[in-house]
């Protein structure tokens, strides 16, 4: 790699080492600045669901010369398949991969969240200083400099300090204490875990509708393990508070909501006690209307977390460090500028990812009765006799981000 030089280089502190985090340490280090990530696990954070590229994000990918290694590590998943209880599959909707139009229900780059990790880290981690166990406890910052203070008791001087710290971001609340809730909820909820893979779980996700606003999902990335995924639609006190308990009670919770759900429920839930994983999470965005304040930004899901459903949450993230580093190696000497600019071009792609979710759309997808849910399903089957989701993915002249364009790469072309 040859950095960009030139220009003065920034002491820069990102907060979190997760996809958004591990972009912006690529592209700053690129433009010559010294980096620290850190990362409040133990150690590189290389697990977690199949996530997904799409649109824009895969120009991002591609601009970090990164397609290829994260093509040798594609998950085979060929289609979404909407099955009833006996796992037949009523609808199967293939991902579109024509290279042209617009990504189906599940995409042509789908990938492990801990692959996509280990790819970034690989490509970073000779540049950046990368710091595990120790997150950033508090901060104060003046016009010329921030001092973090670390949860291990010590601190340090930098001249920009990134909160790429996710939805819950400690570093957003501390920077906008005053603003308003930045969570846009949508009434649904979702657990996933892995169990063993069987012999007929198969490269087609099966999507298991069950009254009660409640979704079984189940997709396959490896020889040997499986994903299950719990979904339910429902808007009370408890279902939000489930995600801040002990794990032990969360997966009461799920396994409780889900005991007459039928189909594979008993092996998944059976499965979720032992399971290596788990994560249980409300599905919410992030709104806020502004993303920095003197020499701290957000980043990523800590600025505008555009949830699961819009497909465009790691996309999303790879392209606001694309913007956000491309701005700071442009102007490194008037950081206000850099920060203006991040917001001012960013904004309108996040606001179409984001737009992209409408919860009564959602509500479709998640059924209170049978006959909804057959209603559904028939629909879905003449739509895929039909072709319709084919034809409609390949003829789009667009992907879910729309027609915003991908600024210039953050380093000059031939540094990287």
């Not at 298991?208 to 429902?234: D, K």
């Amino acid at each position: 790699m040859t950095k960009f030089s030139g220009a003065p280089s920034l002491r820069v502190l990102v907060a979190g080492g997760g996809v958004a985090g591990h972009a912006l340490a690529f592209w700053l280090t690129r433009g010559g600045h010294r980096v620290t990530v850190a990362e409040r696990f133990p150690a590189l954070r290389a697990a977690g669901a199949q996530v997904d590229l799409r649109g824009q994000g895969i120009q991002a990918v591609q601009r970090m010369g990164l397609l290829d290694a994260v093509r040798g590590k594609l998950v085979d998943e060929a289609g979404v398949a909407f099955v009833d209880a006996r796992g037949k599959a009523r609808a199967t909707i293939m991902a579109n991969t024509s290279g042209q139009g617009r990504q189906t229900l599940t995409s042509e780059y789908e990938i492990m969240r801990g692959d996509l990790i280990r790819i970034l880290n690989d490509a970073t981690k000779d540049d950046a200083e990368f710091v595990f166990g120790k997150s950033v406890a508090g901060f104060e910052q003046d016009d010329h400099r921030v001092v973090a203070h670390f949860s291990d008791g010590s601190c340090g001087e930098f001249d920009l300090l990134v909160g790429a710290d996710g939805q819950g971001s400690r570093i957003r609340r501390a920077v906008l204490p005053d603003a308003p809730d930045p969570y846009w909820r949508v009434g649904i909820h979702m657990a996933y875990w892995f169990v063993p893979r069987i012999a007929s779980d198969s490269n087609i996700r099966d999507t298991y509708m069950v009254p009660g606003g409640r979704q079984i999902m189940r997709r396959s990335h490896n020889p040997t393990e499986t994903q299950a995924y719990f979904v339910l639609r429902e808007e009370s006190e408890e279902a939000s508070a489930i995600h801040r308990a002990p794990v032990e009670r969360q997966q009461e919770f799920w396994a409780n909501r889900f005991a007459d759900a039928g189909w594979q429920t008993e092996r998944f839930t059976e499965g979720m006690r032992t399971s290596p994983f788990f994560y249980s999470q409300e599905i919410v965005q992030v709104r806020t209307d502004t993303w920095s304040k003197g020499r701290v930004v957000l980043a990523g899901d800590a600025a505008h977390c555009a949830s699961p459903y819009s497909g465009m949450g790691i996309s999303g993230g790879l392209v606001g460090a694309h913007v956000l580093a491309g701005e700071i190696n442009r102007h490194p000497t008037d950081l206000p500028t850099a920060l203006a600019n991040y917001d001012h071009v960013l904004r309108p792609f996040i606001n179409e990812i984001q737009g992209q979710v409408t919860p009564r759309l959602l509500r479709l997808g998640l059924p209170m009765t049978q006959r909804a849910i057959d209603v559904f399903q028939a629909t879905t089957a003449l739509a895929c006799f039909l072709r319709v989701p084919d034809l409609a993915a390949r003829l789009s002249k667009e992907d879910r981000g729309g027609n915003w364009q991908l600024p210039e790469n953050p380093v000059p072309t031939g540094t990287i």
